[in-house]
């Protein structure tokens, strides 16, 4: 059983940056984030597998950066030019399982509470 704690997120502006973590209670072979936006089904948005190894969903590359500290079971989101279209709630996963597409996040075996992420325009 791996249990995950969230935090960060917040309010900025368009063009603005934010970060996330997640805090997991052991190793888990990936760690990512998906989010939901209201009325929309939920989107697998990167994950890291291993030490490196690393996934963005489309929209977010280049913008965003996935990075893990194993020694203590951290991972992180640093998210730069947000837009109004990232708003969201941010839910941490992780699996045990080695994946490959973003869209796998979405069937992890472990997930956190969200943190909300809002970008205004």
């Known amino acids: 059983q791996v249990q995950l704690v969230g935090s960060g997120g917040g309010s900025v502006q368009a063009g603005g940056s934010l970060n996330i973590s997640c805090g997991a209670s052991?190793?888990?072979?990936?760690m990512g984030w998906f989010r939901q936006a209201p009325g929309k089904e939920p989107e697998g948005v990167a994950f890291?597998?291993?030490?490196?190894?690393?996934q963005y969903t489309e929209s977010v590359k280049g913008r965003f950066t996935i990075s893990r500290d194993l020694a203590n079971n951290f991972a992180y989101l640093e998210m730069n030019s947000l837009k109004p279209e990232d708003t969201g709630m941010y839910f941490c996963?992780?699996?045990?399982?080695?994946?490959?597409?973003?869209?796998?996040?979405?069937?992890?075996?472990?997930r956190g509470r969200g943190t909300q992420v809002t970008v205004s325009s």
């Open positions: 890291i597998a291993g030490s490196s190894t690393t």
């Open positions: 052991t190793y888990a072979v990936c």
């Open positions: 996963a992780a699996d045990n399982g080695w994946h490959s597409n973003t869209r796998d996040i979405l069937r992890f075996s472990y």
